[in-house]
């Protein structure tokens, strides 16, 4: 890519990751604590969902496609898509059925949502894969950041916003998202479904076998991070999830910028390398890793004294302790993820997924123990504790093979 295209990628990526981190303030003071605790259940639900419906195919298809030379782009696409639209179909009748037999719109607007995002993200990703980044961040903007500006610039007119009106708009945006997607990529969309016949005729049976450690990997990885609030507001209230899923985004979107910068370069070229120059390759990045989040975390933490003013509120006054174990946790999960790509990158498929449920059962054991005791320093704690077990895990697998 050319010093133009990267400085045009950084950018968008640099204004998507600040609206985020604006619009989190926004809430946080335009919302009550309950309510936002809400918010912050709603919007790691459906992004935990997104990632159980994608079940990390795309990794599973970008390895087939760079270390299988007898197979081309469409082939190594074009079965993981009749997957995804298997997904929809279900979450759609699904949440029609609950529509009927609740009179929920909350919950088909959710659905229709996680659909949206997760259709963009993995255009999002079919852009990465054609090295097409510009494109790749553009979608990631206008998916993330255009409908949450908006947003903030709608509330000057309203005299109140809540979460319906929020989901809404937050739908809007995914729509037109949706349909730049199509219109940018719509060679590949026609080149899909001129292989409609061929597509629909995939062993389903077959291909779920080879996805099954993937499947296992993203429920087992994702779990702890929807656990951890549901343990939360079940022992206490929404409220008390106000300031842990405040410092928790903030860690997330430095934890998305991670991957925007580090996985994203580093998985296509952990493929291409041999095992002597794969090791160095990740010893790199983890060492290149420290810095980035020592940094971002200052950052974060000489900022919040001007949020806490902007907010003006009792429940985020700021809490050393809580956001150093926060991320702390993310750091450690980040260099875990860097290994295990590693290890993916060699077939070692099982490895990876049997590591993951370690870490997903003492995920869940610590948030019950912790949880109790210690509210939302104690979620902050169990996923330290585990996130720290993934990586000593993880370089013991890599020890061994």
Not at 77 to 83: A, D, E, R, T
Not at 289 to 302: E, G, H, N, Q
């Amino acid at each position: 890519m050319t010093l133009h295209g990267i400085s045009i990628s950084f950018m968008l990526r640099a204004l998507t990751l600040a609206t985020k981190f604006i619009f989190l303030i926004f809430l946080a003071k335009e919302l009550t604590a309950n309510d936002f605790g809400i918010w912050i259940i709603i919007v790691a639900s459906i992004n935990y969902l997104v990632f159980i419906v994608g079940a990390e195919i795309y990794n599973l298809t970008l390895r087939d496609y760079i270390q299988n030379k007898n197979i081309d782009s469409i082939h190594a696409i074009y079965k993981q898509w009749k997957f995804h639209l298997v997904a929809y179909a279900i979450i759609i009748f699904a949440s029609f059925l609950f529509f009927i037999s609740n009179n929920s719109y909350i919950i088909f607007i959710a659905s229709l949502i996680l659909i949206l995002e997760h259709l963009t993200y993995e255009f999002y990703r079919y852009s990465i894969y054609v090295n097409n980044i510009i494109s790749a961040n553009l979608i990631l903007f206008i998916k993330s950041a255009c409908w949450m500006a908006i947003t903030i610039g709608i509330s000057f007119y309203l005299s109140d916003i809540n979460i319906i009106s929020i989901l809404i708009l937050w739908l809007a945006g995914l729509v037109a998202c949706s349909i730049l997607c199509f219109w940018q990529n719509r060679i590949f969309v026609r080149t899909i479904l001129s292989l409609r016949n061929k597509v629909f005729t995939v062993d389903l049976t077959h291909y779920f076998k080879k996805l099954l450690p993937f499947i296992i990997l993203s429920l087992s990885i994702r779990t702890p991070f929807i656990a951890d609030k549901y343990i939360i507001t079940y022992f206490f209230d929404s409220s008390e999830l106000a300031l842990y899923g405040y410092y928790f985004n903030f860690a997330m979107g430095i934890q998305s910028l991670f991957e925007a910068v580090f996985i994203a370069s580093f998985i296509p070229l952990i493929l291409k390398k041999n095992n002597t120059k794969k090791l160095q390759l990740t010893n790199k990045y983890i060492i290149l890793s420290i810095p980035f989040w020592c940094i971002s975390f200052v950052l974060v933490y000489l900022s919040l004294p001007i949020f806490d003013r902007f907010i003006g509120k009792p429940s985020y006054m700021i809490d050393f302790n809580l956001l150093l174990f926060i991320f702390l946790g993310q750091f450690f999960f980040s260099i875990a993820a860097l290994i295990q790509y590693n290890l993916y990158s060699d077939h070692k498929d099982q490895c990876v997924w049997r590591g993951s449920v370690i870490y997903l059962v003492a995920s869940i054991v610590s948030l019950f123990i912790l949880i109790p005791y210690y509210g939302d320093f104690g979620a902050a704690t169990a996923l330290l504790i585990s996130s720290f077990l993934l990586f000593i895990c993880r370089l013991y697998q890599l020890r061994i093979h």
